[in-house]
Each structure stands twice: as structure tokens, then as C-alpha cells.
């Protein structure tokens, strides 16, 4: 560790992406497995309103980005966006923020590639685990070529998921308007079996809680952006149409689902893609969608190596973990931070072979709701980096977040909303139980840290 309170003089990072990679980073961060197969518990749970759940949830991301973008723009190359909460809060928000992210990411490689080396299995004639290693093993290689290569993997991946949906929505709304098939399904599908709200709207709210999580990653672009050539630009670019993905990708797409899909007959865990491309009689509607969601979980496993190893790399730098993590190889590539993370993996991997039930679930329910507790201390973070810099730097509010300081506090009490709502929802309830006492352990992990170096705790 670094002494007290000084951060060190990292070497600097390639500026290896380009803009492309950038705007397919964003694009990425937000379509996982979570669209492709997870939408249809929250169909199933909420029916057609289900639409406004994710519509809701959108709203709410698409303000943190904004948030983000505001504090990028006004303190470029800052480095991971968890770093953005240690400039508004001090020293113990940015030892908090990114060790629950870099947690949260870990948990995401184990279980991403648990899910590849599933949907793997059914073509190749090797254990689950074997696959799920071979597939660390061959991403761990890509991020350790260089910052390009992670960003070439990136941009085709996140160029399938677009894609597949961008051709899902074609289909489907020819579909439902009669184009093709035998005749246009219209609206019948959205309103009949209960109505449109058939559990009322204290479920479409609960829905929220569970949909939300589905969206989180689009943060994952502000942590590339630092090696791209213009961080500020790049994040302007990308804030400025997330809004028009979030809707086309999710609402849109989802809400073609329950337009020809009656959605009672949507079954949880299975992919409703699939039930929606049968219905249309598109051949091989299981196999391509295998092939699609494999896809999104390696796009969402490459991320995932990626985003530990330079969260780790700026908590180094700050102190926060071993200073051997900033070292760079002969690419400018964090090697050191990307192997530990990639261990981390490996043990979680083990961890659901030898103890799904115990060991495992309990990692996986720690990271539940890691991301609504990270996002809400960036959020008071900005609200009070702005009132700074409208008093000492007003130029550098390049872009600014909406309605201010409304918007800011709508985005507070929306994340608190939900984390309240995951207490009262019996599925999610463990989930937020575990992430708070993983976020118990951080801060006494900081305040041992904080006593031992003599920092105070808010530098």
C-alpha cells in the first residue's frame, strides 16, 4: 500500500480504443443474457405492463449516466467512474466504490462463464467446469493482448447482440402488422388475460426492482473511455442516444414479445425470444437464439475481465490495494490486475462446483444489490462536485445534468425506492441482506485501512 492519503504516479494506460469501440462498449454494457432469457420473469410476474417496468428502469439508468457524463466531461481521466465518487465524497466513497464494483464484476465472470460453458455443453462433450475454465482462460488472453483486441472482442460482440435485436423487431413487427404470417395479431395479446396491468401497479413498481439489473453496465463505457484519445467526447457521444437504446433495445423488443406472445404462456427461464420466433415460425429459432445469448454472456464475461482489472488498477493507484496492480506490461496493459482478477474467477467457478447451494449463492446474492449501492453514492457525489464547480469552475460543466438538483435527488430516491422494495420482495429480500453485509465488510476493511495509515475518513 501507498502512505497515508497519497495516491501514486501510475504509468498511463493505452489510448489503444477508438471512438467505435466506445459507442459498442455502451451498447454492450446494457444487452446481456438479462434481455435475451431473464425477461421472462419479469414478464411472467408483472404481464404486458411489464413494458413500463423497463421503461421506469431505463429512466433511472439513463439519469446516472447523465450524472456521469457531467462529472467525466468536467474531470476527464479520472479512471474507473467508481473514482468519480471519491472526488465528490473523499477518500473512503472511492475504497468503497471499487472494491464492491470490482466484487460485483468478479462475481459476473464466475457466473457468465458458468452460463457460456452451459450453453456450450450441449455441443461439446466436456464437464460444465472444464468449458467455464477454457473460457476464462481464452478472454484472460484477449484482455492481456492489448486494450484493442479487448475492444475489437467487444465491438463484434455487442455487433451481434444489435444485430439479433434490430432483426427480432423487424420480424416481430411485421409479424404483429400482418406483413407476414397469416394475419396481423394486433393489440389482442396485450390486453386480454387479465388486461394490460393484470397484478395491478404495485407490481409493474416491483418489476422495477427486478429489471433494473438487467440495464446496469452501461457504466462500463466511462471505464473505457480513459483509453480512448477524447474520454470527454466519447462519453458525450455515448449519453446523448442511450436513451434511444434503452428504448428500442429493451421496450421496444420487449413489448413486441407480449404483442405476439400471449404472456401467460411465457414460462420463467425460457428464453421468451425463442417462444416469440417459434410463434412466427422462424426455423431454428433455438438454435440461433443459443447462439445469440452465447454470445451476450462471452460479450458480458469479456467486460467483466476487463472492468476488474482497471478498477483494481486505480485503487492501486489511490493506495487502496497493492501497488505491484499498476504495473503495466510492454501492451500498457494492467497484466498484474487482469491475473487477479481472473483468479478470483477461477475460485469462484470452484466455489460452484464444490458449494452451489452455500459458498456460491451466497457470492451471488452479495452482488444482488451492489450496483444500486454504487450508483447512489455516485450520485451524491455529483450533486456535491456540481455545487462545487458552479461556485469555483462553472466552465467546465461541459454537459450538465438534467433539472438540477431535482433530477439528481429524483435519481436518490428512485435507487432507495427499489432497494426498499427489494426488502419487502421475498425473492430479492436475501439478495439485499448479503449486499449490505458485503458492504459492512468493505467499510471495515477502510476503516482498518483508514487507522493504520492515519487517513482521515473524509479525504
Not at 157 to 166: E, L, Q
Request: some cysteine; overall charge positive.
Amino acid at each position: 500500500m501507498t502512505e497515508a492519503g497519497g495516491a501514486i504516479a501510475a504509468p498511463e494506460l493505452s489510448r489503444g480504443l477508438a471512438s467505435r469501440h466506445i459507442t459498442m462498449i455502451s451498447i454492450g454494457g446494457i444487452i446481456g443474457a438479462g434481455l435475451f432469457v431473464g425477461s421472462s420473469a419479469a414478464i411472467a410476474a408483472v404481464g404486458p405492463a411489464v413494458i413500463v417496468s423497463y421503461l421506469l428502469a431505463g429512466v433511472v439508468i439513463l439519469f446516472v449516466m447523465r450524472m456521469l457524463a457531467e462529472m467525466v466531461s468536467a474531470a476527464p481521466g479520472v479512471g474507473s467512474f467508481t473514482e468519480y465518487a471519491r472526488l465528490g465524497l473523499g477518500h473512503w466513497a472511492g475504497f468503497v466504490c471499487g472494491w464492491l464494483y470490482w466484487y460485483f464484476w468478479v462475481v459476473v465472470v464466475a457466473i457468465e462463464a458458468i452460463a457460456g460453458a452451459k450453453i456450450l455443453h450441449e455441443w461439446l462433450p466436456f464437464p460444465v467446469w472444464q468449458i467455464g475454465l477454457a473460457l476464462l482462460v481464452l478472454l484472460t488472453a484477449v484482455n492481456l493482448l492489448s486494450s484493442r483486441m479487448f475492444g475489437e472482442f467487444e465491438f463484434w460482440f455487442a455487433s451481434i447482440k444489435v444485430a439479433a435485436i434490430v432483426a427480432f423487431i423487424v420480424i416481430a413487427a411485421a409479424y404483429a402488422c400482418g406483413f407476414v404470417g397469416p394475419g396481423g395479431v394486433g393489440l389482442s395479446n396485450v390486453y386480454a388475460r387479465g388486461g394490460f396491468a393484470p397484478f395491478g401497479s404495485v407490481a409493474v413498481l416491483s418489476g422495477v426492482t427486478t429489471v433494473i439489473f438487467a440495464l446496469c453496465g452501461a457504466e462500463i463505457a466511462t471505464i473505457a473511455a480513459v483509453e480512448s484519445r477524447a474520454p470527454a467526447r466519447a462519453i458525450s457521444r455515448m449519453t446523448s442516444s442511450i436513451a434511444v437504446r434503452i428504448l428500442l433495445f429493451y421496450v421496444l423488443s420487449v413489448g413486441l414479445i407480449v404483442i405476439v406472445v400471449p404472456w401467460r404462456e411465457i414460462v420463467p427461464g425460457v428464453s421468451p425470444f425463442v417462444m416469440a420466433l417459434e410463434r412466427m415460425h422462424v426455423p431454428g429459432a433455438g438454435l440461433l437464439m443459443s447462439f445469440i445469448v452465447l454470445t451476450a454472456v462471452l460479450s458480458c464475461l469479456n467486460s467483466g475481465l476487463y472492468v476488474t482489472s482497471r478498477v483494481l488498477f486505480t485503487l492501486s493507484a489511490h493506495g487502496d490495494a497493492p501497488r505491484d496492480m499498476v504495473q503495466l506490461n510492454s501492451r500498457r496493459v494492467p497484466a498484474r490486475a487482469i491475473l487477479i482478477g481472473t483468479s478470483f474467477g477461477y475460485l469462484a467457478l470452484i466455489a460452484s462446483i464444490v458449494s452451489p447451494e452455500l459458498v456460491f449463492a451466497w457470492l451471488v446474492n452479495a452482488s444482488g444489490a451492489i450496483m444500486l449501492i454504487v450508483y447512489l453514492l455516485v450520485a451524491f457525489a455529483q450533486m456535491r462536485l456540481r455545487r462545487q464547480l458552479q461556485v469555483t469552475d462553472p466552465a467546465a460543466l461541459k454537459i450538465t445534468m438534467w433539472w438540477f438538483p431535482w433530477g439528481s435527488w429524483g435519481v436518490v430516491l428512485a435507487i432507495l425506492a427499489v432497494l426498499v422494495a427489494m426488502a419487502f420482495t421475498p425473492g430479492l429480500a436475501s439478495q439485499l441482506y448479503a449486499s449490505l453485509a458485503c458492504l459492512g465488510v468493505v467499510s471495515a476493511a477502510y476503516l482498518a485501512f483508514r487507522r493504520r495509515y492515519g487517513i482521515p475518513l473524509t479525504t
